[in-house]
């Protein structure tokens, strides 16, 4: 039986975010602005990255703690070679009963078949437009909408279903296209997860007026086809789901910025280099790969990992004032989102 490991608000750990590393082949200015994050921006060295072997080494003991969920995430998780071994490695971790993955989508067409074979169990697409001229500016790469399109019907045709999308909105950027990602999803059979845009990190310059709020999604898309609201079903469900009343399926919104979620938040984090964080907008983690590669006993990653759970009061979103918290925070694309 896992150790009952609660913080100071009495909440479990029960997720597991993994970032496996923190470079990517899209830079969306919301998440890596390009002027930030040009060609002479350095990213983690491969020695300081985590190995697989660490990576899951973690993921066992987290299971021992009570994690039963992993998702691999970055930067582009699909860029670290050979993922579908680090996944195989997860998913036969006593206690972990499912292993998720998120991903743009430029590199999945070709993968899907093989990840799924490994053991993924969930997929989650990011796709913020199905316009070709905005998703070339949400993503600012060459990469055409079509490749992620096909990695999307690829990962469908591997079982991996249903594919959710996810999708970031932008108030006068891409919210115009709202109800044809909506369309398209609904004729895909597709889970749609609309994302408000948050304050991570420093580089994006965020302003609360580019946050279009959920309720004015949902109310946008129920305008043209009505909805109904689902209730939650597990504890840590962090995306309010809604369902089509013609049967053409569900959608969700996470809404990070105008309906927080902390007090259900049973989510740790750990970066490509190894380093734990309890919230997204923590400043800095804590340092697992030094003990790691110090030679650390299980019971020592145990107490560590025990330690900062135990001492965890983060509920950033819920104090989020009307000005929006300024100073030093990690970049989404490091933590991994
Ligand atoms: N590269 C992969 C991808 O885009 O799916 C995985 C990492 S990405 C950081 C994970 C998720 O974070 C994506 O769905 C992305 O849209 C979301 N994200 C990044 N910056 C964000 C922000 N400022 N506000 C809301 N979501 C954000
Ligand atoms: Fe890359 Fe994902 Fe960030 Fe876009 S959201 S820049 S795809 S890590
Ligand atoms: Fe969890 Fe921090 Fe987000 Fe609150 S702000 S839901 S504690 S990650």
């Given at each position: 039986?896992?150790?009952?490991?609660?913080?100071?608000?009495?909440?479990?750990?029960?997720?597991?975010?993994?970032?496996?590393?923190?470079?990517?082949?899209?830079?969306?200015?919301?998440?890596?602005?390009?002027?930030?994050?040009?060609?002479?921006?350095?990213?983690?060295?491969?020695?300081?990255?985590?190995?697989?072997?660490?990576?899951?080494?973690?993921?066992?003991?987290?299971?021992?703690?009570?994690?039963?969920?992993?998702?691999?995430?970055?930067?582009?998780?699909?860029?670290?070679?050979?993922?579908?071994?680090?996944?195989?490695?997860?998913?036969?971790?006593?206690?972990?009963?499912?292993?998720?993955?998120?991903?743009?989508?430029?590199?999945?067409?070709?993968?899907?078949?093989?990840?799924?074979?490994?053991?993924?169990?969930?997929?989650?697409?990011?796709?913020?437009?199905?316009?070709?001229?905005?998703?070339?500016?949400?993503?600012?790469?060459?990469?055409?909408?079509?490749?992620?399109?096909?990695?999307?019907?690829?990962?469908?045709?591997?079982?991996?279903?249903?594919?959710?999308?996810?999708?970031?909105?932008?108030?006068?950027?891409?919210?115009?296209?709202?109800?044809?990602?909506?369309?398209?999803?609904?004729?895909?059979?597709?889970?749609?997860?609309?994302?408000?845009?948050?304050?991570?990190?420093?580089?994006?310059?965020?302003?609360?007026?580019?946050?279009?709020?959920?309720?004015?999604?949902?109310?946008?898309?129920?305008?043209?086809?009505?909805?109904?609201?689902?209730?939650?079903?597990?504890?840590?469900?962090?995306?309010?789901?809604?369902?089509?009343?013609?049967?053409?399926?569900?959608?969700?919104?996470?809404?990070?910025?105008?309906?927080?979620?902390?007090?259900?938040?049973?989510?740790?984090?750990?970066?490509?280099?190894?380093?734990?964080?309890?919230?997204?907008?923590?400043a800095r983690g804590r340092d697992l790969r030094g003990l790691l590669r110090?030679?650390?006993?299980?019971?020592?990653?145990?107490?560590?990992?025990?330690?900062?759970?135990?001492?965890?009061?983060?509920?950033?979103?819920?104090?989020?004032?009307?000005?929006?918290?300024?100073?030093?925070?990690?970049?989404?694309?490091?933590?991994?989102?």
């Amino acid at each position: 039986m896992p150790i009952a490991t609660l913080d100071q608000l009495s909440r479990p750990v029960r997720d597991l975010r993994l970032s496996v590393t923190d470079r990517c082949n899209f830079r969306c200015p919301y998440c890596m602005p390009r002027s930030k994050f040009g060609a002479d921006h350095a990213f983690s060295p491969r020695a300081e990255l985590l190995t697989y072997e660490e990576l899951a080494r973690l993921v066992g003991i987290f299971a021992g703690l009570g994690v039963t969920k992993v998702r691999l995430t970055g930067g582009e998780p699909l860029l670290r070679r050979d993922l579908e071994t680090l996944i195989a490695m997860i998913a036969a971790t006593p206690g972990i009963d499912d292993v998720a993955l998120t991903t743009n989508g430029s590199l999945l067409a070709d993968r899907a078949a093989t990840l799924r074979a490994a053991g993924l169990r969930r997929i989650t697409v990011s796709l913020d437009s199905v316009d070709p001229q905005m998703f070339a500016a949400m993503t600012d790469s060459p990469i055409a909408l079509d490749t992620v399109l096909g990695g999307i019907a690829a990962a469908q045709a591997a079982g991996l279903t249903p594919v959710k999308v996810n999708a970031v909105v932008q108030r006068g950027v891409n919210e115009a296209g709202l109800l044809d990602l909506a369309e398209f999803a609904r004729q895909q059979g597709l889970v749609l997860r609309f994302i408000e845009y948050m304050d991570v990190g420093t580089t994006n310059e965020w302003q609360s007026g580019a946050v279009v709020p959920a309720a004015e999604i949902i109310e946008r898309i129920a305008a043209v086809h009505p909805l109904e609201p689902i209730a939650a079903t597990i504890r840590g469900e962090v995306a309010r789901r809604w369902r089509y009343t013609d049967g053409g399926g569900e959608i969700g919104v996470i809404a990070s910025v105008t309906q927080p979620f902390c007090t259900d938040c049973t989510r740790a984090r750990v970066t490509a280099t190894g380093e734990l964080f309890t919230c997204l907008f923590a400043a800095r983690g804590r340092d697992l790969r030094g003990l790691l590669r110090a030679g650390a006993s299980d019971a020592e990653l145990v107490d560590l990992i025990v330690g900062v759970w135990h001492a965890r009061t983060d509920r950033y979103s819920e104090q989020r004032s009307a000005d929006h918290q300024s100073g030093r925070r990690a970049e989404m694309s490091y933590l991994g989102g």
